[in-house]
């Protein structure tokens, strides 16, 4: 089996997604936070990459594509409550 620059990028990916899931059930990331998100929204691109440029799976391309989009409203949302001083927890 040959592995190829978009097989290793989907497999960081979902180690990504999967370390910030666990962080977050361990306590140690909170799911408001920067880092949380960011994980996330690199980790759901690391497997995009591999579906686009390997072997393309509608169902999982859409599912990042809407990670990656709950990922980036959490940070919009997280930027909103800071300047208006409700982020705070």
Known sequence: MT??????AGY???LLVLLA????????????RLAYQL???LGAFGV?????FGS???SAFLLEVAWIAIGV???ARGVQLRRTGQGND
Do not use: C, E, P
């Open 12 to 14: 960081a990916g979902v």
């Open 21 to 32: 899931y666990f962080l977050l059930q361990a306590r140690k990331l909170h799911g408001n």
């Open 48 to 52: 995009l990459l591999s579906l686009t």
């Open 56 to 58: 393309f799976n509608w």
């Open 39 to 41: 994980m996330n929204i």
């Open 73 to 75: 409203y959490g940070i």
């Open 3 to 8: 592995f190829h620059w978009y097989d290793w």
